[in-house]
């Protein structure tokens, strides 16, 4: 019976951002690790941290309290970096501090607010109240989406204006 009893849990890693707690599942987290050094990409967004060599692996760092826009004053050295799976590609997700694992009834799981602190609701799964604290569960994909549709975005602005620029020489005859 105690099988079957696990089946219906849900398992995640917990961990701190910005003074409030937050959990992704367990089955998407590889390992966590101590930050270090990082090759920065030019005209990454902002959140991008950068990307580092894991065992011979790129992994691009995302810190999330920026991704969240989410005021913090802890150095990026102090942080924590949880290596995540999400549709074959790997990311590190940088956190303040990472809290340990917690296993609970899904039927806990309540529907996101329509905001918390001002972080899109699209990044939620739901909360949990647990030991008096409210835990966000974060919808892990949907960080990842949102990354790939702003590469989609910028890719189909710089084809416009190179387009544009095709145009503007035709005008003046310069393409023959």
């Known amino acids: 019976m105690p099988e079957v009893n696990n089946l219906k849990e849900k398992q995640v890693v917990i961990f701190e951002l910005v003074n409030q707690i937050y ?13 270090q050094a990082m090759t920065i990409i030019p005209g990454s967004p902002d959140y991008v941290e950068g990307i580092i060599n ?6 691009p760092i995302i810190d999330l309290a920026k991704r969240f ?5 802890i150095e990026t050295n102090n942080k924590i970096i949880v290596v995540v799976e999400i549709e074959k590609i790997k990311l590190g997700l940088m956190v303040d501090r990472v809290l340990g694992v917690q296993k609970f009834d899904p039927a806990l799981i309540q529907p996101p607010p329509v905001l918390i602190d001002g972080i899109n609701t699209q990044y939620l799964i739901g909360t949990v109240l647990m030991n008096n604290q409210l835990l966000i569960l974060l919808n892990i994909n949907f960080v990842y989406e949102e990354q790939e549709k702003e590469k989609e975005f910028l890719s189909s602005l710089k084809e416009v204006a190179s387009k544009e620029k095709t145009i503007k020489k035709t005008d003046l005859g310069l393409i023959m």
């Open 69 to 73: 826009k989410l005021q913090t004053n």
């Open 54 to 59: 894991l065992r011979g692996q790129i992994i």
């Open 23 to 35: 959990g992704v599942d367990i089955s998407n987290v590889l390992e966590i690790i101590r930050p």
